[in-house]
């Protein structure tokens, strides 16, 4: 159970145990001090806990008055849980012999804390006659009745604390089983409270409930990549018979009743997928063949690890998968030749920077019994780190163009020409396997690999998406069709990058061959991208930093309309490819004057902290939104944080400086890594948010340093890397080798 079940249980046992107390009669004495001290709490709450085992099993309250009557301390050696008989018990068969008494308890406890009713307004006849006997049967304290009553959320202390959101008890829901085929159910519905802006004595009540409303959301916002922050989230169990649409009538009928004469007005909204029960089905077919297929690919390395370890003949393709040549490549700590050595060590630190920024918008999908506090620690200055979250994916766009202009630039120079079609075939081999390995394992395999309150939500919600707009990937265009309808959202860099790089030979090669013409397009089109973010983010309302009160609907609408669209990136891409054309153009040991770096250490430093710091008000609590505070951060703040790794990897790879942090060599490591744990970082993000079943208290450090969810990121970052990301590497490095090697034998032969 629950932390917060096994809190309220033992409570609400103990008023059970003093109703009966305060009457008078026979049934009393079974419940003496005597009878009752023996018992350890965990006993107890044995009869509230979740029955795992089959629905024949189940008692009721007084199967376990009954046996305390025989219950004493010189028998402690006994079974005490004994079932009565073996059949499902449809009602409390002790309810004829001791009716007065359960009405009576039962009433008290119910007016205390009353029911549920899924039968509540026009729902079906199938829902209404279910709700009834639920009813009849919690009336008569009959334990199926009670459980669905017990895992259905009730009102918490706290909510002035921002502890709003009640997920109640899902295992409890779901492995609950009636008579007559009653099946729970679990409901997580949707509420948005608003207050009658005539009341100003509800407004501060309203904000610390939402604690603070640090995200605004609305319940038709999607809710599958953002979290609905200022949406409350409210477990009910309910009969099976019930659709999601009778409990949305059922419950907004329910509490039209408590709020039609307050100044409180609340909406209701429960999806069809929020309705949960306890599945029984096989797997289906393409999951299981899924499966043969990774397990295939592991068989695979194995079998070229052997191979290889014997030295056997074998084919060059198939060592190309090779557990141990790939695992020692991956550890290896040798650089390629002309490798730029701090460039490994930019990637690390803004790929650390961008999971910490991703994990703390995990978070905010998990109920805290203190979220309020946890919105005003985040309205601190010094959150600005977290809150850039964009900054840190714009230096990978950065270095993708350094290296495409770097390495062109290379293969000219050594061969004199460009293979655009060899280009495009490797990016293909490089990007392709690996992502098409996640689609297929987070589309097929991941939802059946857990259960909770949000898991639908976060993980089959994806997995549906992706099941029918997974060619938008493979093609990299599926940036354009949406955040919200994006098969795994996160790899939108990857469509964004890809398209850049389509322009690349023709950026590239003018550079090269007439660098003052291409130097002019170069900054006229960086500037035009850089104007384009200002404009339709002043005259759109965006903002691509999440300043506190920012909504669900203007984060959409600025991924949408700027941040997932290549011609908003251009700036900082076209930055690279001057870093990689200046690098193939300046000797080896060019020396700059002090005054030159002196003066680019001051400008990027300066450019730097701005692009951080500079928007640090907008992350105070009291901010009001600004369009032109945002139009100048999306506009400028790219090139400020992107500029000091630019003047980094220029001076150490020319010799101008002699840090050595960032040339660190495991840094090597964490490239090979780096496409790998970019792509499993969120699937385990919404794994563990799609497994919470209770709320828990917000603590900065132990959640967002959670040691054992990053290690999860690497294990799963080691094994993508090791069975898709490397063997394709080699297959697609052995293809070209062997493409040039015939080019060079047909070359004499061209020749006589």
Known sequence: MSTMVHRRLPRFFFLLSLIRFSNAGKPVDVLSTSGFSVFKEDEILRIFSPNKTDPSDNFTIV??????????????????????????????????????????????????????????????????RDAEKFHRELNKFTLWALKMYDATAKIPSGLLNGNV?????????????????????????????????SRPDLKHLHRLLHSHYILRSNVTDPGHRVPRFSTVNWAVCTPASCSFRDVEISLRDTLSKYTSQSGLKISVRVDRDMCQMKNNQ???????????????????????????????????????????????????????????????????????????????????????????????????????????????????????????????????????????KNEYLSRFLRLVP?????????????????????????????????????????LFIHNYFGFENMC??????????????????????????????????????????TILRYYVTYFKRLNNYVYFGISIKQLFDTANMSYILPSHRLTVYIIGIFVGYLLRSL??????????????????????????????????????????????????????????FAWIIVVHQTGNTNGKILAWRGFVITTRLSYAIYLTQFPVFFYNVGQTRSA??????????????????????????????????????????????REQISKPLKLE
């Open 63 to 128: 199967d376990f008055i009954s046996t305390l009557e025989n219950h004493t301390a010189d028998r402690t050696d006994k079974v005490v849980w004994k079932i009565i008989n073996s059949e499902t018990i449809a009602t409390n068969p002790y309810y004829d012999t001791f009716t007065e008494e359960i009405d009576l308890e039962a009433s008290r406890l119910l007016k205390i804390v009353p029911a549920y009713d899924p039968g509540a307004g026009t729902v079906s006849t199938e829902c209404k």
């Open 696 to 741: 828990e208290y917000y603590d900065f450090l132990k959640l967002v340093f959670n040691i054992i969810e990053m290690v999860w990121i690497l294990i799963a970052s080691v094994i993508l890397t090791l069975l898709f990301d490397t063997p394709f590497q080699n297959i697609k490095n052995y293809l070209l080798k062997k493409q040039m090697l």
């Open 434 to 474: 690996t992502l098409g390995a996640l689609i297929l394992f987070c589309t097929y395999i991941m939802p059946y690999l857990g259960s909770g309150p949000q898991w639908n939500l976060v993980v089959t919600q994806h997995a549906n998406i992706c099941k029918q707009t997974w060619w938008r990937n493979f």
């Open 165 to 197: 959101n009640q997920l109640g008890d899902f295992d409890e829901c779901v492995e609950t089983v009636g008579n007559d085929g009653i099946q729970g159910q679990y409901c997580l519905a949707y509420l948005q409270l608003d207050i009658d802006e």
């Open 282 to 420: 096989p797997l289906p077919r393409e999951t299981i063949f899924v499966s043969i297929f990774f397990v295939f690919a592991a068989v695979l390395t194995l079998i070229a690890a052997y191979y290889d370890h014997c030295k056997s003949s074998t084919s060059e393709i198939l060592l190309s998968f090779s557990l141990k040549r790939n695992f020692h490549k991956l550890i290896s700590l040798e650089r390629a030749e002309g490798d730029i050595a701090t460039l490994h060590g930019v990637r690390a630190f803004n790929a650390l920077m961008l999971l910490l920024a991703h994990k703390s918008m995990a978070l905010f999908y998990n109920p805290y019994t203190n979220r309020t506090d946890m919105s005003e620690y985040l309205g601190e200055p010094w959150t600005v780190v977290g809150r850039a979250a964009s900054l840190y994916t714009d230096p990978f766009i950065m270095l993708s163009g350094l290296l495409t202009a770097y390495s062109f630039l290379g293969r000219i120079k050594k061969t004199g020409h460009l293979d655009i």
């Open 488 to 529: 795994l959202t996160h790899t939108h860099h990857i469509g964004i990058d890809t398209q850049l790089f389509a322009l690349s030979p023709l950026l590239v090669l003018l550079l090269y061959k007439k660098p003052k013409i291409g130097s002019i397009i170069l900054l006229a089109l960086a500037a035009f991208s």
């Open 587 to 644: 000797p080896k040991e060019y020396k700059m004057t002090k005054t030159t770096s002196y003066a680019g250490w001051i400008l990027c430093t300066v450019m730097f902290f701005g692009s951080v710091f500079g928007p640090a008000k907008m992350g105070s609590i009291d901010y009001t939104y600004n369009p032109m505070h945002a139009a100048t951060y999306n506009a400028f703040a790219p090139i400020g944080w992107c500029a000091l």
